[in-house]
């Protein structure tokens, strides 16, 4: 994730290394004081949210959060 804009017009990507690796190159705007505000939404609980979460791991369950989002397996 890009956030604002870098210091150079140009800047140079290896976009074969980000092909090979499956890379996902996301940018945005970031504007001054918009995170708590987000926040604030979120936390208010007028936003159905459950839609956006699609699994819950424990601390624990680490390892299994990483392969499930390696490998997109549904949880047993």
Not at 8 to 37: C, G, H, S, W
Not at 40 to 51: W, Y
Request: proline share 4%; aromatic share 10%; no cysteine.
């Amino acid at each position: 994730m890009l956030i604002g804009f870098p210091n150079a017009e140009r800047v140079p990507l290896n976009l074969t290394l980000m092909l090979q690796k499956e890379i996902d190159l996301f940018t945005t705007f970031r504007y001054t004081n918009t995170y708590p505000l987000g926040i604030d939404l979120l936390a208010s609980g007028k936003f159905n949210t459950k839609a956006l979460i699609t699994d819950s791991y424990s601390l624990e369950e680490t390892a299994t959060a990483l392969e499930r989002a390696r490998t997109s397996k549904k949880k047993a």
